[in-house]
């Protein structure tokens, strides 16, 4: 009897073994790009588009990052995702309302006594231009410009491009389909990606602009045939990749930009980590 | 006599046995002058562990000093160690019998990690008030939870809860 049990609870543990070794074979995609979302993401305890989750994100060998960019009154780009300072900051009111002067004495307010500031792009792009990154600019509201403020970003926002384009691969992300054809006249190299919701509108719509991708968010890739993903002719970038098993579907479906939450869980499924 | 009703009244029973269970252990505790409280959330942000010395004692009437610590990282965002330090530092003055309400204040001192031009240390102060209620569970263990209102030096307020877990000797 005893005999009996001891051979039942090796064959168990053997069962367990070979299923746990199986899980672990697949041969993830090594080709898509890890983004840090905001740097870090939103549940690390430095706040999204703060320089220190930047920084961090660099530390922990992501290709790059996304930044949220969004401008003040008085022209300044700055990286903060909220329309509204009072969502994250000590600050009150839209951040286009603003002026600079007033946003660099404001800090972040995720958690009790951290003290990170809100950060000009420039500021960002410089101390991250050493790693010669990947960043994705995640352009917020210009459709809401009047003409002035229209092109007095596009302006601000070009010369930052031409003054770290040596260093850094530039990725623009927006809504403005036409705004997005513009930039990519006048920088050939500026990798141009469509935010959507809807995957084949936002395809359909990138191919007409002659644009380079579309950004979407994972949950729809997640319902999209694998087939139409493989097939299409644009990069895809996926946000709000939270969860590892997120981040392993993107990379099962080939997404090419990941702008993820758990960089060191995805490099190390690639291999990279 | 219905099923429910009866699942009440034992219920009852239960509790007011534990009750009285916590009243006898709070007499032979008066020699327990010292805690060690382990907190989730609470004063020191995310948690803390405090030492919180009683100094004076008039029937049901406590006064009582802390000191604890606390940090958000412990690698920095180089993945070096340095770890932030948050230090409460207050007293507290704690009434009941059985049940107790604890009144606390106090001071943070925080070290942080943050990027100006290059990497540096700042310091900061800040202010906490909280008002918690403590249950016993044997002669020397005990839980506590709360509110805490901290204010940071950027002037922002948080309502705060606390969780706690302590031991005397």
């Known amino acids: 009897m005893a005999q009996f049990l001891c051979r039942i609870s090796f064959l168990k543990l053997a069962i367990i073994f070979l299923l746990f070794n199986s899980c672990n074979k697949y041969d993830y995609n090594q080709e898509s790009y890890v983004i840090g979302h905001g740097g870090m993401g939103v549940t690390s305890t430095y706040p999204m588009n703060s320089l220190e989750s930047f920084l961090k994100a660099m530390h922990h060998k992501a290709d790059g990052v996304e930044i949220d960019v969004q401008m003040t009154k008085d022209g300044e780009l700055i990286a903060f995702h909220d329309e509204f300072l009072e969502h994250r900051s000590t600050g009150k009111g839209k951040i286009e309302d603003q002026s600079w002067e007033t946003i660099q004495n404001l800090r972040y307010t995720n958690y009790p006594y951290l003290s990170y500031k809100i950060r000009k792009l420039d500021e960002v792009l410089s101390q991250l231009s050493k790693w010669q990154p990947i960043i994705i600019l995640d352009i917020k509201s210009i459709y809401d410009y009047d003409e002035h403020k229209y092109l007095l970003f596009k302006n601000n926002l070009s010369e930052l491009i031409i003054e770290y384009q040596p260093y850094i691969q530039f990725i623009v992300e927006s809504k403005d389909a036409l705004w997005l054809s513009q930039m990519k006249e006048d920088f050939p190299e500026l990798l141009t990606l469509l935010y959507g919701y809807d995957f084949y509108i936002a395809q359909d719509e990138a191919v007409e602009f002659e644009l380079d991708g579309i950004a979407l968010d994972f949950k729809e890739y997640k319902s999209i045939d694998l087939e139409d993903l493989e097939s299409s002719p644009l990069l895809l970038s996926a946000f709000n990749v939270h969860l590892k098993s997120d981040n392993r579907r993107a990379l099962e479906r080939s997404i090419d930009y990941i702008q993820t939450e758990q960089i060191d869980y995805l490099l190390k499924i690639q291999g990279r980590k | ?169």
Not at chain 2, 37 to 54: E, H, P
Request: hydrophobic fraction near 40%; glycine fraction near 8%; aromatic fraction near 14%.
């Open chain 2, 1 to 169: 006599m219905k099923r429910w009703f009866k699942s009440l009244i034992s219920l009852i029973l239960i509790i007011n046995a534990k009750l009285g269970i916590a009243q006898m252990n709070e007499i032979s505790n008066a020699g327990l002058t010292n805690e060690i409280t382990l907190n989730a959330m609470g004063k020191g942000g995310w948690w803390s562990i405090d030492y919180v010395k009683r100094i004076f004692k008039y029937q049901s009437l406590q006064l009582k000093t802390n000191i604890g610590y606390s940090t958000y990282h412990l690698m920095d965002f180089e993945n070096k160690f340095n770890p932030d330090i948050i230090i409460p530092l207050g007293g507290a003055v704690q009434y009941g019998k059985k049940h107790k309400i604890i009144v606390e204040m106090g001071l943070t001192i925080q070290r942080l990690v943050v990027m100006e031009d290059i990497k540096k240390s700042i310091w900061n102060q800040d202010l906490y008030f909280g008002i918690q209620c403590r249950y016993s569970i044997s002669k020397t263990l005990f839980l506590q939870g709360g509110l805490f209102n901290l204010k940071n030096n950027q002037q922002k307020k948080y309502l705060w809860p606390s969780f706690s877990v302590g031991y005397r000797f």
